[in-house]
Every structure is written in structure tokens, then in C-alpha cells.
């Protein structure tokens, strides 16, 4: 990620932004983002059936709304951004799910709950926007039950040539001009495509996570390789 911004940096661009965010995912992403969270919950569970989630990052709440469907489950949403939790709240309460989803104030790097508290920690495109990476996702290790899942879902770049040039044009260059025109705000949409193209991934995230202390890893690459599926298990002898 773009090691520049700091916590409060981050916090403030999503505030920004928060009351055109979903509508600018649907609408950059032509989309696929929501059918990317299916996938993603999906994956979560192919490998465990869950009774308490963790969703970090979790913006205005779509990855936990979707994770309601792997059966009854309680999901609590952790974010830095309080404009971005007061979308998602409003959105809870609109689809009457305020006693399925908890969503609160709390960064990646030191989330404020016991450690072996959870079944499963997850994020979609949030982890790039960690100002501690690592730190990040021994936290999220931290708080998951010996044989827990973490699931993360994160942009990635295409390898074919053609799609990779048509894509990178699309993100750096179409992109953060719509962004800014729908959102107002220029910066965070010309943020975007740079934490992209610094962002770990691929065999360097799966090393992350071994790092951090997960094992079994798994990785899955979706729509061409513009979006990245990757699932480990916490070692159970830590």
C-alpha cells in the first residue's frame, strides 16, 4: 500500500467519500464487485461453517451483509472510517439485520476484541489500506479460534498482456477521472490504482500470511486476474 498515508489519512479520504461509495463500486466495477463478495463467501464456506465473523475494513457493511448466508451467524464490522460505518448502519437497519451485524469504530492493527474470539476474519478490499500490512493480519490470526479461516479478498493485476494494458489504462487513467467527477474528490480515486500496484500479492501476500502465522493457504483469481481470492487456516500449534 501506499506507505505515505497515515491512519488519519485513510480515515478522512473514506469520509469523504462514504455517501457515493457503493454506488461508485457498482458503477466503476460495472458490477462485478457484488458478485466478487458471493464468490468470497463462497470460498469461506467451501472450507468452514462459521458461528461468529469477523469482517475488517468493512466499509459500509456489503462483505458482512453477504456472509449472513453462510447460515446463523453473528458478524461484527470493524472500520476506521466513521462515515463509512454510518453508511452501513443505515443499510442494517434498513434490511432489519441489527441483531445479525455489529458494526464499530476500530483499526486492523489492534482490534479490540480476546484473542480466539472468532470462526472466521475476513476483508474485502480493505487489507491494502492497512498502514501495517503484517501487523494487520497477525491481528486478525490473533483473534480467530485455533483452525479458524481468514478470507481476503483484494485487487490484483492481470497478467495477459492485452486485458493488462486495457485494465491498467482503465484504472489509472478512466477511473480516477470518473471518481472524481461522481465523488468530488480526486485524491481517493487517484489513490486507488497506486495502492493496487503496491500491494503484495499474489505469492508475496501468500507469504504474508504464513508470516502472520496462517497455514493451508489458498488463492483464487477472479475476472482475469483483477480481483484475488486468498484463504488460509490459523495454525492450530502456535
Not at 193 to 217: K, M, W
Request: aromatic share 10%; with cysteine; net charge positive.
Amino acid at each position: 500500500m501506499d506507505m505515505t498515508k497515515s491512519r488519519a489519512e485513510i480515515s478522512g479520504m473514506f469520509n469523504r467519500i462514504a455517501h457515493r461509495y457503493d454506488f461508485l463500486n457498482r458503477f466503476l466495477s460495472f458490477g462485478t464487485d457484488t458478485r466478487w463478495r458471493r464468490r468470497a463467501v463462497s470460498a469461506i464456506a467451501s472450507l468452514i461453517r462459521p458461528e461468529t465473523i469477523l469482517d475488517v475494513a468493512t466499509g459500509t457493511a456489503d462483505l458482512a451483509i453477504e456472509a449472513l448466508c453462510l447460515g446463523d451467524v453473528i458478524v461484527t464490522g470493524i472500520d476506521i472510517s466513521d462515515n463509512m460505518l454510518e453508511e452501513g448502519r443505515r443499510k442494517i437497519l434498513r434490511l432489519g439485520l441489527q441483531k445479525k451485524i455489529n458494526l464499530m469504530n476500530a483499526p486492523a492493527e489492534d482490534i479490540p476484541f480476546p484473542s480466539g474470539s472468532f470462526d472466521v476474519a475476513m476483508a474485502a478490499f480493505g487489507v491494502r489500506n492497512f498502514s501495517d500490512t503484517l501487523g494487520g493480519l497477525r491481528e486478525m490470526n490473533r483473534v480467530l479460534k485455533p483452525g479458524g479461516v481468514i478470507m481476503v479478498l483484494e485487487f490484483s493485476m492481470p497478467k495477459g498482456f492485452l486485458f493488462s494494458n486495457l485494465y491498467r489504462f482503465y484504472f489509472s487513467r478512466v477511473l480516477p477521472v470518473a471518481g472524481r467527477l461522481i465523488s468530488r474528490d480526486y485524491s481517493a480515486y487517484r489513490y486507488l490504482p497506486d495502492s493496487v500496484g503496491s500491494f503484495p500479492e499474489g505469492a508475496e501476500f501468500d507469504s504474508l500470511l504464513v508470516e502472520a502465522g496462517f497455514g493451508s493457504t489458498g488463492m483464487k483469481r477472479l475476472t482475469g486476474g483483477v480481483a484475488t481470492i486468498y484463504t488460509a487456516r490459523k495454525m492450530t500449534m502456535q
